[in-house]
């Protein structure tokens, strides 16, 4: 079985976390309040998430290109 990244498996987790917080959310059972940092918190899951997509697509175009004379770079994320 091929040993899973840190990254993926943070990511693999973040997901798993959202899962957990949009079903606390669609239940209704949770005061505003608690509502609130639930949300909060599965935006902060999900930019992140698409940040990590963002960058594994864009690895993966790099690997995909047509160009056989690119040189791979180590990829380095925008600072946002």
């Not at 309040?33 to 899951?45: D, H, M, T, W």
């Not at 992140?48 to 040189?71: P, T």
């Amino acid at each position: 079985m091929p040993k899973k990244t840190q990254q993926s498996v943070s990511f693999e987790a973040s997901l798993q976390q959202l899962e957990q917080i949009v079903s606390r959310l669609e239940s209704g059972d949770l005061a505003l309040e608690e509502a609130l940092n639930e949300f909060e918190r599965g935006v902060q899951l999900a930019r992140a998430g698409q940040q990590v997509l963002q960058q594994a697509e864009q690895r993966v175009q790099i690997l995909l290109s047509d160009d056989k004379n690119a040189e791979l770079t180590p990829f380095t994320p925008e600072k946002e």
